[in-house]
């Protein structure tokens, strides 16, 4: 079955970095396209960055020159390395795919900005 493993969330003072990974199995993985959502408490969960399976890259404006998306497809992960991070980037996230028309995603990571 597939099952998609973060890790990596944390807490960390503003300005400090972060790096989620998530370690996909069950799927095809170099022919899949990933993202990172995260949800913040009460807000809605959002898509923060996606990763085609060619390696194309997409952001929210929030994130934008901050974050990035990554993939290994020997490794079957996908990374999202968080720079400069900030308070309001609290929240819990998610890493998320589509196979065969199913959305699947992780258990989530909590991550911490503390000001």
């Known amino acids: 079955q597939v099952q998609l493993v973060e890790s990596g969330g944390g807490l960390v003072q503003s300005g400090g970095s972060l790096r989620l990974s998530c370690k996909a199995s069950?799927?095809?993985?170099?022919?899949?396209?990933m993202g990172w959502y995260r949800q913040g408490l009460g807000k809605q969960r959002e898509l923060v960055a996606v990763?085609?399976?060619?390696?194309?890259?997409n952001y929210i404006d929030a994130v934008k020159g901050r974050f990035t998306i990554s993939r290994d497809n020997d490794q079957n992960t996908v990374y999202l390395q968080m720079n400069s991070l900030k308070p309001e980037d609290t929240a819990v996230y998610y890493c998320?795919?589509?196979?065969?028309?199913?959305?699947?995603w992780g258990q989530g990571t909590q991550v911490t900005v503390s000001s």
């Open positions: 998320a795919t589509n196979a065969s028309r199913v959305n699947y």
């Open positions: 069950g799927i095809w993985f170099r022919v899949t396209a």
């Open positions: 990763i085609a399976a060619r390696g194309n890259t």
